[in-house]
């Protein structure tokens, strides 16, 4: 077996901990939006949230294939998750102020930027292994994103019990940035 493929630094090691943190601020912000919706909306509000987050999605996929067009995803996707770590801060300011309208705004957000993000990520990662290499990674990658996203549940939920959801927006922000 071959150590220098587990040396910090390489490129499976690189791309497990770049998964792991993408799993992480996904399913934290998953967390924090479902939290702060159903803090300022009934249940009943849901379905019109889900669907106007289908069509909002939508359009986030017409427009990042425009952008793709000219960028190519290593450069584009970390452009990409820093720009959700900013309207993760502005979040932070709405919720302060108008927490339903952040409510709405981070539903979108997360729901919409997420997958395209990860999917993103996966782009990047397919382009950085042949294919024989890829066959072998692919799955220690995932895994590795797997247990980010569990991690991030767990630190949801502990950000969460000693803080409010400002401070999980401030997390998330954190997190993209690291995703950047």
Not at 5 to 25: E, F, H, I, N, Y
Not at 147 to 161: D, E, K, S, W
């Amino acid at each position: 077996m071959d150590s220098s493929r587990w040396q910090l630094g390489s490129p499976l090691v690189t791309a497990m901990l770049g998964s792991a943190v993408v799993g992480s601020q996904y399913v934290a912000g998953k967390a924090a939006r479902d939290a702060l919706f159903l803090a300022n909306f009934e249940t009943s509000s849901l379905p019109t949230m889900i669907i106007g987050t289908a069509f909002f999605s939508i359009l986030l996929v017409v427009a990042s294939s425009r952008a793709l067009r000219h960028a190519a995803p290593a450069s584009w996707v970390p452009v990409a998750f820093g720009g959700t770590a900013l309207l993760m801060l502005g979040e932070w300011v709405l919720a302060a102020s108008a927490p339903s309208l952040a409510a709405r705004t981070l539903y979108l957000l997360v729901s919409g930027f997420g997958p395209l993000l990860g999917s993103g990520f996966w782009l990047i990662a397919s382009e950085r292994f042949d294919p024989h290499t890829t066959k072998k990674t692919f799955g220690q990658i995932a895994g590795a994103g797997t247990l980010g996203g569990l991690l991030g549940g767990v630190g949801a939920a502990r950000i969460a019990a000693i803080g409010d959801v400002g401070a999980m927006l401030l997390s998330l922000a954190a997190l993209n940035l690291a995703c950047a």
